[in-house]
């Protein structure tokens, strides 16, 4: 059942914690007053106080940055931000398009996830945020280490995250209740979580009840969580036994590939419609989700010997154009957004989970979502999604072809390896 959101943002923000997490939730000019000498950051600092910053979204983020904007007009009143705001399904062709031909207008933009980022700043057209971060004095200890991956060369980083995300398994109460079977609160192996699924699939008259449904977005999702990546060297055996899990759910318990793979199919509509024991989906589900049931939570399975509480997750950045107009303003922007107690309160009563977590957007976050098993997103230890390795979304995208190919029983398990071995040699060596 969707949850409604804290309206009353900025009095939250206010009350709860705008002073909290140190330097990062004071003024600007304050926290510009107690950076250190020989820090000051690049060019176009004394423009700041007047400036235009144009800003690039898809429209996922459209109501957010809105809200962003208005909050920062209190700040810096005399600074316009100006969105710019592209369809979903089109933003991250049109990005490529717009930087690659060195685009004038492109101040600051979103970032999808590292291996965008990472291509971006390969070929590159980012500017480096570390001098601005320096001289501002912003903590970034909070997602340094976690989820501020998007670093090369030394020091140097080329975006700021926002939100990020944690795979959970997601399961219906109604349907567990009708069965008589305690909810799976538990984390589980992959094996456990299968034998369940299977044992409660069934059709009752014209009705097919699926024990499961796991999306097809994330073909390695198992060996990620158990610390295994495309790009580590063969043979890929967890990657192997997880593509093998991923067929016995699709071909024993849960919805098909097949089925997924209509494009009229809707993943949250689909474990809405209340025939969905469980569901492996991301923390996005507490945002996205509007089912007509109560719905609980429980840790992501893993493989066995895996680390209690491991999961898989990702985040998203804002980014600056190296031909940014003005650099020291759009950083001001970006810093604002992604690491005040307001910006990630704002980011946080979207229904996000922000990367930073100041006091006052945890707050806002927990009171306004009520779930069952909430607790355990806080308390998983997430591994990236992806890896900076700068071909990483080719190398994904190769994997999925094969993996589909298995999946759909067009070419064997080893074939499917080999396959993707001789494309991944073919990516690296080009």
């Known amino acids: 059942m969707k949850r409604k959101w ?46 235009t910053v144009n800003v690039y979204v898809s429209t996922d983020l459209e109501s957010s940055l809105d809200e962003e904007i208005e909050a920062y007009k209190e700040v810096k009143p005399g600074v316009e931000i100006v969105k710019h705001v592209i369809a979903n399904d089109d933003y991250d062709d049109k990005m490529k398009v717009l930087l690659s031909g060195g685009a004038k207008d492109v101040d600051v933009f979103w970032g999808r996830v590292p291996a965008h980022v990472n291509n971006y700043q390969a070929v590159g057209a980012l500017e480096d945020l570390a001098p601005y971060a320096a001289a501002s004095g912003v903590d970034l200890g909070p997602v340094k280490d976690t989820a501020l991956s998007v670093v090369s060369d030394g020091d140097a980083f080329y975006g700021l995250p926002i939100y990020s995300s944690c795979w959970m398994l997601f399961y219906n109460k109604a349907l567990f209740d009708e069965a008589n079977v305690p909810y799976p609160t538990e984390q589980m192996t992959w094996d ?21 449904q796991c ?54 509509a689909s474990f809405a419609n209340g025939n969905v024991y469980m569901m492996i989906l991301g923390d996005w589900g507490y945002r996205d989700l509007d089912c007509p049931f109560e719905y609980g939570t429980a840790p992501l399975p893993v493989m066995d010997g895996v680390e209690p509480g491991s999961s898989v997750g990702n985040a998203c950045y804002l980014c600056m154009s190296k ?38 957007a945890m707050k806002t976050y927990q009171e306004s979502v009520k779930i069952d098993g909430i607790e355990n997103r806080f308390a998983a230890k997430v591994l ?39 494309m991944r040699e073919e990516i690296k060596n080009r």
């Open 6 to 51: 804290i309206t009353a943002l900025l009095t939250s923000a206010i009350l709860f914690g705008i002073a909290g997490c140190g330097t990062q939730d004071a003024p600007k000019d304050e926290r510009n007053a107690t950076a250190q000498e020989g820090q000051a950051a690049p060019e176009a600092a004394e423009k700041s106080a007047d400036a």
């Open 192 to 212: 456990e979580y299968c034998e369940l699924a299977e044992s409660l699939t069934h059709k009752d008259g014209d009705t097919q009840y699926y024990g499961g």
């Open 323 to 360: 031909n940014a107009t003005d650099k020291q303003a759009a950083y001001d922007f970006m810093e604002f957004y992604t690491t005040s107690g307001i910006g990630t309160s704002i980011t946080a009563s979207s229904g996000n989970i922000p990367s930073y977590a100041t006091d006052a």
């Open 215 to 268: 999306p097809n977005w994330t073909m390695n999702l198992g060996a990620i969580a158990a610390g295994e990546y495309l790009t580590d060297p063969e043979p890929l055996e967890k990657t192997r036994a997880y593509l093998e899990i991923t067929n016995r759910m699709y071909s024993k318990s849960h919805v098909s590939i097949e089925d997924m793979s209509n494009s009229s199919w809707d993943n949250n």
């Open 384 to 422: 990236a999604e992806q890896t900076s390795d700068t071909d990483y979304a080719q190398l994904y995208e190769a994997f999925k072809q094969e993996a589909q190919l298995y999946l759909l029983g067009e070419e064997s398990i080893d074939d499917c390896m080999q396959k993707y071995f001789n």
